[in-house]
Nanobody, 122 residues
Framework: EVQLMESGGGLVQPGGSLRLSCAASGFTFSQYAMTWVRQAPGKGLEWVSGISSGGARTSYVDSVKGRFTISRDNAKNTLYLEMNSLKPEDTAVYYC???????????????RGQGTQVTVSS
């Protein structure tokens, strides 16, 4: 059974930083691209970032480029999202998701975690 468990969310002031983690199990983590998606209050799901199975290739939505960094540790079956210079508009539930194959870009996924809340407010 595929399981994805996010952690690291919380309340942070504008300009602050957070690091999200996603512990994966139930599949061969190193063989699949992974992605982060988010859902802001009252809005639909938005793709945020993706990473290839080996971690060498990444992609980001324009609104987070230069501020967020996706990475992974295949030895630990863990996905990360380093978020810097956070803005109130980054407030959302952030979900870790498994891609169906090796393509790291695009909003498709086949499994998603329960999510972690990120709130950016003074």
């Amino acid at each position: 059974e595929v399981q994805l468990m996010e952690s690291g969310g919380g309340l942070v002031q504008p300009g602050g930083s957070l690091r999200l983690s996603c512990a994966a199990s139930g599949f061969t983590f190193s063989q699949y691209a992974m992605t982060w998606v988010r859902q802001a209050p009252g809005k639909g799901l938005e793709w945020v970032s993706g990473i290839s199975s080996g971690g060498a290739r990444t992609s980001y939505v324009d609104s987070v480029k230069g501020r967020f960094t996706i990475s992974r540790d295949n030895a630990k079956n863990t996905l990360y999202l380093e978020m810097n210079s956070l803005k109130p508009e980054d407030t959302a539930v952030y979900y870790c998701a498994k891609k169906p194959g090796y393509i790291w870009y695009g909003s498709d996924y086949d499994y998603r975690g329960q999510g972690t809340q990120v709130t950016v407010s003074s």
